[in-house]
């Protein structure tokens, strides 16, 4: 049936504040409740799929519809650390995240709720890996059941939009002063567009919230200074936990007591339980969010061929609402509880034992409990779906036990039939040996002397990638990484970070890599490459692996994993495991969407540093990681170009060279992403060039403490202006025109000085 939205907003408008309709997604639900309580700070980390929250708040900020500090964290461990700090000193803070950036912030969380500061957090709940799945399950918000924070739920974008809104005034409550979590589905609630109703006036909601409280502790107040989260001995924590956990329970209250208000102005009704024909029901399905929703069609038909069905879905997980559940199952006789998540080896998820111990207490009732996981990876939840939910709750109500208490649901068999059959031909040992390629030191000058033949002497060697993958046009990293192969001779192991280059390489069940692979995540490949490597060696000795002596491993990240990753890989190097690392640099994380990572240059355009009348760009300096881990005194580092193909052979050759009989070597190479850097998918290569002649990329190496450039542009007499390089990509026009004319100063002048420092050390091997 059509809908008169004129109607219907005047219906709205009538009594309670004005409202307005739009068809939104939750992210952008989130984030408009965000900009229009206007908080002091967001600290964020894009993660696939909560990460278009940072982003649409950064485009709001460039129009100038809110004033919240965005600060974008080398993680999201720093993220977590970013927002306690801010709330620790006193202000309104908020978050999102997803997966395993949730699981990477954990450690920080209970510290924000065992101190009592409150903020928000938005989880967009997806899959954790490994395998790596980014679509939408509960394994990571089952992962924060038990860290002190109340947990609300949203099953839409509304939802969002209010959840997000009660959830902040729940935090600041006198009896709470909690951080609180707003959960909902990745992919089905953040990103699929609903119809929703949000107030037109944001002083609505900034009147609802209320001013922050006041006359709590926070880290900036001098006359009235405070030691926030002390040393506690056994005697004290107790009584603190107690507190906490009776804080927990009256956010129970507080959220009834808000929603009720929160009715008033918005017409809408949050109850703890959100309860569907249950008055008499005598089978139900219990879901969280999403797929509850298509559960209610099905208990229509059913009570059509009356059956008494009936669905049942919370609002709120912590505190786990144990009154309301009691009181919606005391008549029922069984209930099916669908999980998005598993907890291995406990015989049902988190929430069937929640729901079982809930049923216990009542007394004399034997409501069955049926425990099914579901939906695991994103899997869709059709109508089908929950009525075979429904069928599995029936058939346990007319047999007054369940067959199988406990199950997967969707799952299916193995076929032998249908095992994929391998369609690379697996290579190794001498089909990537040329014998063209020698590297001997020279013992005068302390350095390696390397002998290269020319490139097409190499275009017979196969490639350890194979075609096939699905990366974009014109994507830099493939040609730039199989240059860089061309110079390694012998077996590898190589290790890909989470990245765009792992991503479309290795969807299941294929793999477009000839010699063995590895995955781990941002934050780690580094130590998990050492880890191989030392194994490697340790297994040799000890006879158990026969492996040629020239084996050498590598570790290839890129979309801003040398930010999330730079401690493990700067310990990695201080170890100096005999490895190479090395960086394909596209000047921002490409694999979630074009956000800012710390190697994006000052002023440059990403979804999370937009270009408006508000804001120009990143709003500091890239981070130089070749000099970074030069500090570490690695033997060798190097910069490198597709653009300047002999370079990075040789470069290739001598850093396999010290992998295998010094330590690590560090490697980063400038590659062009055509999608983001919105440019012509054929220029990626003149683009890196012109970066190379800019001077903002210099090529050069240090061997074993001693700086050399390997391309002097100036000395060539092929230097160009930076500005000449950034006129080729869209990205960065906008530092050509004259109102952004200080950025664009303060960009050459940082591009001039570190090349002046590069030429220093070139000049004065003590520098």
């Given at each position: 049936m059509a809908i008169d939205y004129d109607k219907?907003?005047?219906?709205?408008?009538?009594?309670?504040?004005?409202?307005?309709?739009?068809?939104?997604?939750?992210?952008?639900?989130?984030?408009?409740?965000?900009?229009?309580?206007?908080?002091h700070l967001m600290g964020y980390f894009p993660i696939?799929?909560?990460?278009?929250?940072?982003?649409?708040?950064?485009?709001?900020?460039?129009?100038?519809?809110?004033?919240?500090?965005?600060?974008?964290?080398?993680?999201?461990?720093?993220?977590?650390?970013?927002?306690?700090?801010?709330?620790?000193?006193?202000?309104?803070?908020?978050?999102?995240?997803?997966?395993?950036?949730?699981?990477?912030?954990l450690e920080?969380?209970?510290?924000?709720?065992?101190?009592?500061?409150?903020?928000?957090?938005?989880?967009?709940?997806?899959?954790?890996?490994?395998?790596?799945?980014?679509?939408?399950?509960?394994?990571?918000?089952?992962?924060?059941?038990?860290?002190?924070?109340p947990i609300l739920l949203a099953r839409d974008p509304q939802a969002v939009y209010d959840m997000n809104i009660m959830a902040l005034k729940v935090a600041e409550h006198a009896d709470v002063r909690l951080p609180v979590m707003v959960a909902y589905d990745g992919f089905f609630t953040s990103h699929q567009k609903r119809r929703v109703q949000y107030f037109g006036d944001r002083k609505t909601v900034q009147d609802f919230v209320g001013e922050m409280p006041t006359g709590y502790v926070h880290a900036l107040d001098p006359e009235n200074p405070v030691t926030i989260g002390p040393y506690m001995n056994d005697p004290d924590l107790i009584n603190n936990n107690y507190q906490q956990s009776e804080a927990m329970y009256k956010a129970y209250d507080v959220f009834k007591q808000v929603s009720a208000e929160y009715e008033k102005i918005s017409g809408?009704?949050?109850?703890?339980?959100?309860?569907?024909?249950?008055?008499?029901?005598?089978?139900?399905?219990?879901?969280?969010?999403?797929?509850?929703?298509?559960?209610?069609?099905?208990?229509?038909?059913?009570?059509?061929?009356?059956?008494?069905?009936?669905?049942?879905?919370?609002?709120?997980?912590?505190?786990?609402?144990?009154?309301?559940?009691?009181?919606?199952?005391?008549?029922?006789?069984?209930i099916m509880i669908g999980e998005r998540a598993d907890s291995y080896g406990g015989h049902g998820a988190n929430l069937t034992?929640?729901?079982?111990?809930t049923l216990q207490e009542l007394k004399g009732n034997e409501t069955v409990v049926v425990s099914r996981i579901f939906g695991v990876g994103g899997k869709d939840?059709?109508?089908?779906?929950?009525?075979?939910?429904?069928?599995?709750?029936?058939?346990?109500?007319?047999?007054?036990?369940?067959?199988?208490?406990?199950?997967?649901?969707?799952?299916?068999?193995?076929?032998?039939?249908?095992?994929?059959?391998?369609?690379?031909?697996?290579?190794?040992?001498?089909?990537?040996?040329?014998?063209?390629?020698?590297v001997t030191p020279d013992e005068a000058t302390g350095k390696l002397n390397v002998k290269i033949p020319p490139l097409r002497a190499l275009t017979k060697k196969p490639k350890r990638?194979?075609?096939?993958?699905?990366?974009?046009?014109?994507?830099?990293?493939?040609?730039?990484?199989?240059?860089?192969?061309?110079?390694?001779?012998?077996?590898?192991?190589?290790?890909?970070?989470?990245?765009?280059?792992?991503?479309?390489?290795?969807?299941?069940?294929?793999?477009?890599?000839k010699q063995s692979y590895i995955h781990n995540l941002f934050q780690n490949g580094a130590?998990?490459?050492?880890?191989?490597?030392?194994?490697?060696?340790?297994?040799?000795?000890?006879?158990?692996?026969?492996?040629?002596?020239?084996?050498?491993?590598?570790?290839?990240?890129?979309?801003?994993?040398?930010?999330?990753?730079?401690?493990?890989?700067?310990?990695?190097?201080?170890?100096?495991?005999?490895?190479?690392?090395?960086?394909?640099?596209?000047?921002?994380?490409?694999?979630?969407?074009?956000?800012?990572?710390?190697?994006?240059?000052?002023?440059?355009?990403?979804?999370?540093?937009?270009?408006?009348?508000?804001q120009g760009g990143k709003a500091f300096h890239h981070k130089d990681t070749a000099q970074i881990m030069a500090a570490t005194n690695i033997p060798y580092v190097f910069t490198g170009s597709e653009a300047f193909p002999q370079d990075l052979l040789k470069k290739a050759a001598k850093a396999q060279w010290y992998a295998q009989n010094e330590g690590l070597v560090y490697g980063k190479i400038l590659i062009a992403c055509p999608l983001n850097w919105k440019s012509p998918d054929e220029q990626g290569q003149s683009i890196v060039e012109a970066a190379v002649n800019s001077c903002f990329f210099p090529l050069y190496e240090v061997e074993r403490g001693v700086t050399t450039i390997t391309h002097d542009p100036e000395a060539k007499g092929k230097r160009i202006e930076v500005g000449d390089w950034l006129t080729l990509m869209g990205k960065t026009k906008h530092l050509t025109k004259p109102e952004y004319e200080p950025t664009m100063q303060a960009f050459s002048q940082e591009v001039e000085r570190r090349w002046r420092r590069l030429k220093a050390k070139h000049e004065n091997e003590y520098l």
């Open positions: 219907e907003k005047a219906k709205l408008n009538e009594i309670m504040p004005e409202q307005k309709l739009t068809f939104e997604s939750g992210n952008e639900m989130a984030a408009m409740a965000a900009a229009q309580i206007n908080y696939t799929p909560s990460t278009e929250v940072a982003q649409f708040l950064d485009a709001m900020k460039t129009r100038g519809e809110h004033d919240i500090v965005l600060i974008p964290a080398d993680g999201e461990h720093g993220s977590a650390g970013v927002c306690y700090g801010a709330a620790a000193a006193g202000g309104r803070v908020f978050n999102a995240t997803s997966a395993n950036g949730f699981l990477y912030m920080q969380l209970p510290v924000q709720s065992g101190t009592r500061f409150p903020m928000v957090l938005n989880l967009v709940t997806r899959a954790i890996s490994g395998p790596l799945d980014i679509r939408g399950d509960h394994s990571d918000l089952y992962y924060g059941l038990n860290i002190g924070w809408r009704k949050y109850d703890v339980l959100d309860l569907y024909r249950m008055e008499d029901a005598e089978v139900a399905v219990f879901l969280l969010n999403s797929a509850s929703e298509s559960a209610k069609d099905v208990a229509d038909q059913l009570r059509a061929k009356g059956i008494k069905a009936g669905v049942i879905s919370p609002n709120m997980i912590r505190p786990w609402p144990k009154q309301e559940i009691q009181e919606a199952c005391k008549n029922l006789k069984a034992h929640e729901l079982k111990s939840f059709y109508h089908d779906d929950a009525e075979a939910f429904f069928q599995l709750a029936i058939e346990a109500a007319e047999l007054g036990y369940a067959p199988t208490p406990f199950d997967y649901y969707g799952h299916t068999p193995g076929n032998p039939d249908a095992v994929p059959k391998k369609v690379l031909k697996p290579l190794h040992g001498d089909a990537f040996k040329t014998g063209l390629i020698t990638i194979a075609p096939g993958h699905g990366a974009c046009p014109g994507c830099g990293i493939f040609p730039a990484l199989e240059l860089f192969f061309k110079g390694i001779e012998g077996d590898i192991v190589v290790l890909f970070q989470t990245g765009c280059a792992m991503v479309v390489t290795t969807g299941y069940p294929y793999s477009s890599h130590a998990t490459l050492s880890g191989a490597v030392e194994m490697f060696f340790e297994r040799k000795r000890r006879g158990e692996i026969e492996v040629a002596d020239d084996f050498t491993f590598v570790m290839v990240t890129g979309d801003g994993g040398m930010d999330i990753g730079m401690g493990p890989a700067i310990g990695t190097a201080l170890r100096n495991h005999k490895m190479i690392v090395l960086e394909y640099d596209n000047e921002g994380y490409m694999n979630t969407g074009s956000q800012l990572s710390y190697s994006t240059p000052l002023g440059h355009m990403t979804s999370t540093s937009n270009v408006g009348k508000k």
